[in-house]
């Protein structure tokens, strides 16, 4: 099968996931900036976030299927994957911000965005694994830093919330802190694919 087609679907899914989030939002009854502010409250700010690592998780799923010409079972269903977790962003940010960064809901919250990352590397090392030995994706990842130290954040902020927290309760910022921490890391533009494409181009 085509990457194109695999790139489609998972163009689809993540659209209709920002949508699904957009529409958790409260509409404010008056057209005062105050009522806006006091009906959405943090929930344009959770908001915010989540439309953040939706985005990431495009951007870079994009880059790396630039770079994939074959698409094996095991890729289709590492790609499934990935979009499931994805598509429980919505329901674990929603919950996350109307009890008001609760623990438990944002100890799921990372471990939603803990089996995202989790799910994105093994959807790497299947399609390294159908390149065989001399994969363009390896090479074009390297060590991938960013990729190693997601998840060390991400679990950095469960352990806090599960078990700093109930003794000390403005820990839970603490874990907030981690998940924006992430999301502006991989803010900063991931050009390990282009740089490989440009390095095959310049060898050609």
């Known amino acids: 099968m085509r990457s194109s087609r695999l790139e489609a679907f998972s163009d689809g899914v993540l659209a209709v996931i920002i949508t699904i989030m957009v529409l958790e939002l409260d509409v404010p009854e008056t057209a005062n900036l105050s009522d806006l502010i006091h009906t959405t409250g943090t929930g344009l700010l959770t908001y915010l976030l989540s439309f953040v690592y939706v985005g990431i998780y495009w951007n870079n799923h994009h880059h790396m299927f630039q770079i994939t010409g074959r698409i094996t079972g095991g890729v289709l269903w590492a790609n499934l994957h990935l979009l499931?977790?994805?598509?429980?962003?919505?329901?674990?940010?929603?919950w996350m911000d109307s009890t008001g960064f609760a623990r438990v809901p944002t100890i799921v919250y990372g471990i939603d965005l803990c089996g995202a990352a989790l799910a994105y590397y093994l959807l790497q090392w299947a399609i390294i694994r159908g390149q065989g030995s001399e994969s363009a994706l390896r090479e074009a990842i390297g060590r991938d830093v960013k990729g190693k130290?997601?998840?060390?954040?991400?679990?950095?902020a469960i352990l806090v919330a599960l078990l700093a927290v109930p003794a000390w309760p403005p820990a839970i910022w603490f874990a907030v802190a981690c998940y924006v921490a992430v999301a502006i890391m991989w803010l900063i533009p991931d050009r390990r694919i282009e740089h490989y494409l440009?390095?095959?181009?310049?060898?050609?």
């Open 84 to 94: 499931f977790w994805l598509s429980l962003l919505p329901l674990s940010t929603a």
């Open 149 to 156: 130290i997601s998840p060390a954040l991400y679990l950095t």
């Open 198 to 204: 440009t390095r095959s181009t310049a060898r050609e």
